[in-house]
Nanobody, 117 residues
């Protein structure tokens, strides 16, 4: 059974930084993609950033230049460094891992990020 454990959310003033971490455990062979989505109140869940096992990345336009993503394939972890945070970044952030030939997606429980002006 695959489990994702997130950490690092919190409350921060605009312009500040936070670092989210996610650790994947269980049947973790062949984790193809890892990354983060977010969901703000009343909005759909949206992509923030993903990273492939080979290191290629994809970012939402709204976070390019402010967020970076990195993964450790040996430890099955993925980190999201969020800089220059804005109030509009406020959301619940969900870690995901896409595993196996069929790229089955697993989700974490989510961690709250709140950015105040």
């Amino acid at each position: 059974q695959v489990q994702l454990e997130e950490s690092g959310g919190g409350l921060v003033q605009a312009g500040g930084s936070l670092r989210l971490s996610c650790a994947v455990s269980g049947s973790t062979s062949s984790i193809k993609f890892m990354g983060w989505y977010r969901q703000a109140p009343g909005k759909q869940r949206e992509l923030v950033a993903t990273i492939a096992s080979g290191g290629s990345t994809n970012f939402a336009d709204s976070v390019k230049g402010r967020f970076t993503i990195a993964r450790d394939n040996a430890e099955n972890t993925v980190n999201l460094q969020m800089n220059s945070l804005k109030p509009e970044d406020t959301a619940v952030y969900y870690c995901h891992a896409d595993i196996g030939f069929l790229l089955r997606r697993y989700w974490g429980q989510g961690t709250q990020v709140t950015v105040f002006p």
